[in-house]
């Protein structure tokens, strides 16, 4: 799959898997994707520099540190960001 056409599975994998991103751990296809979704994304490219700041804060961040309830809010927010 080389083109984004549902933003909304896209954010959700995105955040999913963003501590991965972060660290480098996905496949370069993957990490292409997923580049290409941020250029048109506004709410994920917030959510990428939120997690950046978070981590050079907290020096780490793992999976168990993001919350479902956060989690849910933040794809709440993406929907209304990319509905403009
Ligand atoms: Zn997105």
């Given at each position: 799959?080389?083109?984004?056409?549902?933003?909304?599975?896209?954010?959700?994998?995105?955040?999913?898997?963003?501590?991965?991103?972060?660290?480098?751990?996905?496949?370069?296809?993957?990490?292409?994707?997923?580049g290409?979704?941020?250029?048109?994304?506004?709410?994920?490219?917030?959510?990428?520099?939120?997690?950046?700041?978070?981590?050079?804060?907290?020096?780490?961040?793992?999976?168990?540190?993001?919350?479902?309830?956060?989690?849910?809010?933040l794809?709440?927010?993406?929907?209304?960001?990319?509905?403009?």
């Amino acid at each position: 799959m080389t083109t984004v056409q549902d933003d909304d599975l896209a954010c959700q994998e995105l955040v999913e898997i963003i501590t991965d991103y972060l660290e480098g751990a996905r496949a370069a296809a993957e990490r292409e994707r997923f580049g290409a979704h941020l250029e048109v994304c506004e709410g994920c490219r917030r959510y990428l520099d939120q997690m950046r700041t978070t981590i050079r804060v907290a020096g780490t961040l793992t999976e168990e540190d993001l919350e479902p309830a956060a989690k849910d809010q933040l794809l709440r927010l993406f929907r209304e960001w990319n509905r403009t």
